[in-house]
């Protein structure tokens, strides 16, 4: 079942020109730094790296079905209290590397895809897609097709990008919050 | 491609070029045009088969050849269709079902096969586990001196891959093979067990994946021992199979 039609094309216009995403050959980026633009404008962020427990890392999957390790490297703290993190999940055949924006009240911010570098499936780099994720909390589901809306096409990609979502969610819960 | 039986030199070789189409996220079609290449030599040990032996024999190999030293032919054998109807996606439920049908139209047969499609995901979908139950009704007609045969078969097909690094998998697979006479599985005639690794590769668009399946062991019943000798089946088998197969991504 690996042919069914990619769908729309490109979603470039959806990312925003102050994006400036390149995107050739199945590929999209965008940079730590203009990700942190979009979500925060001016405000200053500062490195705040973390690291796991062995425990940690699995109440992080067991809260996310992420079997990935979380890795604790990319994190940074506005002076606010809302944090971005970086993070990436399994794609279909590469990772997906997104980026999580959460206010100082735990609920989404914004999610950016920084790296996507299947031949289809592009609507999960889609705000239009993607701003579904906006204002949850990590008490939210996130499950495709309950609260998460799925791609035809592009399932796993999808599932695995809320996955995430919710596993940043829970690192916020469980290691962030507090700090 | 089938290689090697008995002794001898054998090989049964199908090229197969589709194109597939998602008429909508559970439902795809497609069409096959199918070739062939056949090329025997003393290669049964059966004296069922064979008034001397060696003799050459085999799926494709009309009686007439059977003293005739070398057998060689080749050519488009026929067309396929297939339709595949996902009934639960792999991803997002516990077991993946799908439903299969494969009609093929051929000068060396036609034939019917169905396919119940199973898959579990583990491990962020890197690791996989498939199984198909397979049956398949057979008009064999590659031999006009003995007439239409008609068989049937049914098939577990079973395997496992695990994604070690982006863009490859590998791991192994199975089949489980039964052969019967008729087309409702009348007389059980063969089995026969193959086993072996795998290794996928996916491009941005296109991907490829190649097979090897060695034949372990396998016997005949039903009071016909015409296709087996050294604890193996021949007729349409060999001692290997080995399957390449590259996809390309069109829209």
């Known amino acids: ?179 | 491609m089938t290689h090697r039986q008995a002794v001898g030199r054998y090989d049964w070789n199908q090229y197969r070029t589709e194109i597939e189409y998602g008429l909508s996220d559970d439902f795809q079609i497609g069409a096959y045009l199918n070739a062939f290449s056949i090329r025997a030599q003393d290669n049964y040990l059966s004296d069922e088969v064979c008034a001397t032996t060696p003799c050459t024999a085999g799926f494709g190999v009309p009686g007439t050849a059977s003293s005739g030293g070398a057998y060689r032919r080749s050519g488009i054998d026929g067309a396929s269709l297939e339709a595949i109807w996902r009934i639960s996606n792999p991803v997002t439920s516990p077991v993946g079902v799908g439903l299969y049908v494969e009609p093929t139209w051929g000068k060396l047969e036609d034939s019917l096969e169905f396919r119940l499609l199973l898959q579990s995901n583990f491990l962020d979908d890197r690791l996989v586990l498939a199984a198909n139950a397979l049956v398949e009704m057979e008009r064999e007609k590659y031999d006009p001196a003995n007439g239409i045969i008609r068989n049937s078969m049914a098939d577990l097909l079973y395997g496992a891959s695990y994604r070690f690094a982006p863009r490859w998998s590998a791991g192994f697979e199975g089949r489980l093979h039964t052969d019967h006479d008729g087309y409702r599985f009348e007389q059980h005639t063969q089995t026969a067990n193959f086993i072996g690794p795998n290794v996928h590769y996916s491009a941005e668009r296109w991907w490829l994946t190649a097979a090897w399946r060695h034949q372990v062991g396998g016997s005949c019943y039903g009071g016909g021992t015409a296709d087996c000798s050294l604890g193996h089946v021949w007729d349409s088998h060999g001692r290997d199979q080995i399957m390449l197969k590259v996809g390309y991504l069109l829209n």
């Open chain 1, 1 to 179: 079942m690996q042919w069914f039609p990619a769908g729309s094309a490109l979603p470039l216009a959806a990312l925003g020109a102050a994006l400036a995403p390149v995107a050739a050959q199945a590929r999209i980026y965008v940079s730590v730094e203009q990700a942190q633009r979009e979500m925060f404008g001016a405000l200053a962020l500062t490195p705040h790296p973390v690291a796991l427990t062995a425990a940690q890392q699995e109440v992080l999957r067991a809260a996310s079905s992420v079997s990935l390790p979380f890795q604790g490297n990319r994190i940074w703290k506005t002076a606010d209290g809302s944090w971005f993190v970086v993070d990436e999940v399994v794609g279909k055949h590469e990772f997906v590397t997104y980026a999580v924006g959460i206010n100082a009240d735990g609920s989404v911010r914004r999610v950016e895809v920084l790296e996507y570098r299947e031949s289809y499936g592009y609507e999960v780099a889609e705000q239009k897609w993607l701003a579904q994720f906006v204002g949850k909390t990590v008490e939210a589901p996130l499950q495709l097709g309950r609260d998460v809306q799925n791609i035809g096409g592009a399932t796993l990609s999808a599932k695995h990008v809320a996955d995430g979502v919710k596993r940043v969610l829970a690192a916020y819960r469980l290691v962030l919050q507090a700090r």
